[in-house]
């Protein structure tokens, strides 16, 4: 009898988790220029007053409605090189936990309400396998300002158990890194959650179901 290896993967979140900044705001200099403080302010305004995350995610992204795809992945390599000179960008240990996952054979994946022109070069920095993101709507290579495909909350969760279903992973046989209570849903779908740095919702969930636990620690 011919036993078959199960296949595995490891999920991060990214910003504040493999990364320790928000990718999403600290991109705003790099397309809006001069308007990018202003943006950044009326947007944590929005969630200061209880907006859902969903719904910044649609205000954030139609400050891009007419910009070309290509135009906004080469600012987005911008960005990154510009955040990697500025100073340590990555959380070490689970920068560290994705190379011992990536050594073992695991399927490395990042899962992220960012969206390409950040999420692509963070990906290909670390050799990612897959990026499951927030997708903008495009219309003849431009941006509409609309979200084709929104990755917030549980729908981070569907994303993961679908790409999980297409590529024959085991869930059970996973691993999920998360810092932030929205992050619960993907937490919650493998066998191996990860909790990062201090939110009360997933560190309760960490003491109760005796889940691993990562400080926000040294940067890299």
């Known amino acids: ?67 070309g795809e290509v135009e906004m992945g080469v600012l987005g390599a911008r960005w990154f090189e510009a955040e990697r000179r500025r100073g340590p960008l990555f959380n070490r240990e689970v920068l560290a ?59 981070k969760a569907t994303a993961v158990r679908t790409w999980a279903a297409a590529q024959g992973v085991e869930l059970a046989a996973s691993s999920a890194y998360g810092d932030h209570a929205s992050d619960l849903p993907v937490l919650a779908a493998v066998g191996t959650p990860v909790v990062v740095g201090d939110d009360p919702v997933l560190a309760g969930h960490a003491a109760k179901h005796g889940w691993a636990h990562v400080p926000t620690g040294d940067r890299t």
């Open 97 to 155: 936990a994705l190379h011992r996952h990536a050594a073992a054979s695991h399927l490395t994946v990042l899962v992220s309400g960012s969206f390409p022109a950040c999420l692509d070069p963070i990906a290909r920095f670390v050799g990612a396998d897959a990026v499951l993101c927030s997708r903008p709507e495009l219309r003849d290579g431009r941006y509409t300002g609309e979200i084709a495909v929104p990755m917030i909350g549980s729908a």
């Open 1 to 67: 009898m011919t036993l078959v290896a199960t296949r595995q993967a490891a999920f991060f979140d990214v910003d504040e988790t493999l990364i320790t900044v928000q990718s999403i705001f600290r991109f705003l200099p790099f397309a809006l220029g001069s308007e990018s403080d202003r943006a950044e302010r009326q947007l944590r305004a929005l969630s200061a007053a209880g907006v859902s995350r969903r719904e910044v995610n649609r205000a954030y992204f139609r400050r891009f409605a007419g910009r």
